[in-house]
T-cell receptor, first 112, second 113 residues
Framework: KAGVTQTPRYLIKTRGQQVTLSCSPISGHRSVSWYQQTPGQGLQFLFE???????NKGNFPGRFSGRQFSNSRSEMNVSTLELGDSALYLC???????????FGPGTRLTVT | QKEVEQDPGPLSVPEGAIVSLNCTYSNSAFQYFMWYRQYSRKGPELLMYTYSSGNKEDGRFTAQVDKSSKYISLFIRDSQPSDSATYLCAMSPRRGSNYKLTFGKGTLLTVNP
């Protein structure tokens, strides 16, 4: 069974630009969560989507948004990028139970 | 005070050693406790999970939860070079949804051959 895939794996953007990251969950998984990982703050929950609906949201500004499609694939968007948005963005999918999340390899975003 | 505290290390041990990794937390509502392993340039992978207090063993790994002390541990017996990775603890108040897992910052472990 294929794992969680994320594209692109690496991205360099300029401050003020916007970016869209993509996540394809494991087949049959309907829940997709997004996390931001930085050396200073560690892994922080961004939001979770289930059946195209945002079910939970972390404490991030409105510049961070996401969506989920009918095939469970998900995208997250960050608008008006700031230097502090440089991070590894991880996507995790699950059937629906919180402790059985499977993480993708992440997208490394660098904002210059 | 952060909700979850984890010593970042780094921790370096010889092959075959017993490794102890720990996290403390402040939120009494946490009921589900997990340990993830993250290799360099990879996403975290779930190693162990426990509910409430007690021990759970899986091969060379043992997870312990002491809710009275708000302290969780992961023990690795007969450590191998392949165990070299960052270990993250995570916890959540309830099961049934991917509700805001709270992670420690991770401990970097190196097992030397």
């Amino acid at each position: 069974k294929a794992g969680v895939t994320q594209t692109p794996r690496y991205l360099i953007k300029t401050r003020g630009q916007q970016v869209t990251l993509s996540c394809s969950p494991i087949s049959g998984h309907r829940s997709v969560s997004w996390y931001q990982q930085t050396p200073g703050q560690g892994l922080q929950f961004l939001f979770e989507y289930f059946s195209e609906t945002q079910r939970n949201k972390g404490n991030f500004p409105g510049r961070f948004s996401g969506r989920q499609f009918s095939n469970s694939r998900s995208e997250m968007n960050v608008s008006t990028l700031e230097l502090g948005d440089s991070a590894l963005y991880l996507c995790a999918s699950s059937i629906g139970t919180e402790y059985e999340q499977y993480f993708g390899p992440g997208t490394r975003l660098t904002v210059t | 005070q952060k909700e979850v505290e984890q010593d970042p290390g780094p921790l370096s041990v010889p092959e075959g050693a017993i490794v102890s990794l720990n996290c403390t937390y402040s939120n009494s509502a946490f009921q589900y406790f997990m340990w993830y392993r993250q290799y360099s340039r990879k996403g975290p992978e779930l190693l162990m999970y426990t509910y409430s207090s007690g021990n759970k063993e899986d091969g060379r790994f043992t997870a312990q939860v002491d809710k009275s002390s708000k302290y969780i541990s992961l023990f690795i017996r007969d450590s191998q070079p392949s165990d070299s990775a960052t270990y993250l603890c995570a916890m959540s108040p309830r099961r049934g949804s991917n509700y805001k897992l709270t992670f420690g910052k991770g401990t970097l472990l190196t097992v030397n051959p």
